[in-house]
Nanobody
Framework: QVQVVDSGGDLVQPGGSLRLSCVVSGSLFSIGSMGWYRQAPEKERELVATITRDGFTNYAGSVKARFTITRNNAKNTMYLQMNNLKPEDTAVYYC????????????WGQGTQVTVSS
């Protein structure tokens, strides 16, 4: 069984920084592309950033130059370094991973709350 756990969300002031983490565990063969998505209240879930197994990255325009996505394939982990946070970054952030396992599928974390407010 595959488990995806994301963490690191918190309350932070505008201009502050946070680092989110995502760990994939369980009986798996490998992990393909991974990504971070977010959902603000009364809004649709949107893509924040993605990273391939080889390290190629893609960012939403609203976070480019402020957020950095990285991963450690040996540890089945992914990170999102968020700098210069803005109130509009407030949302629940979700980890997403394509996991090759007994059931190969896209798996989601439970979400971690990021609140940017003074």
């Amino acid at each position: 069984q595959v488990q995806v756990v994301d963490s690191g969300g918190d309350l932070v002031q505008p201009g502050g920084s946070l680092r989110l983490s995502c760990v994939v565990s369980g009986s798996l063969f490998s992990i393909g592309s991974m990504g971070w998505y977010r959902q603000a209240p009364e809004k649709e879930r949107e893509l924040v950033a993605t990273i391939t197994r080889d390290g190629f990255t893609n960012y939403a325009g609203s976070v480019k130059a402020r957020f950095t996505i990285t991963r450690n394939n040996a540890k089945n982990t992914m990170y999102l370094q968020m700098n210069n946070l803005k109130p509009e970054d407030t949302a629940v952030y979700y980890c997403n991973a394509y996991v090759r396992a007994t059931v190969t599928d896209w798996y989601w974390g439970q979400g971690t709350q990021v609140t940017v407010s003074s």
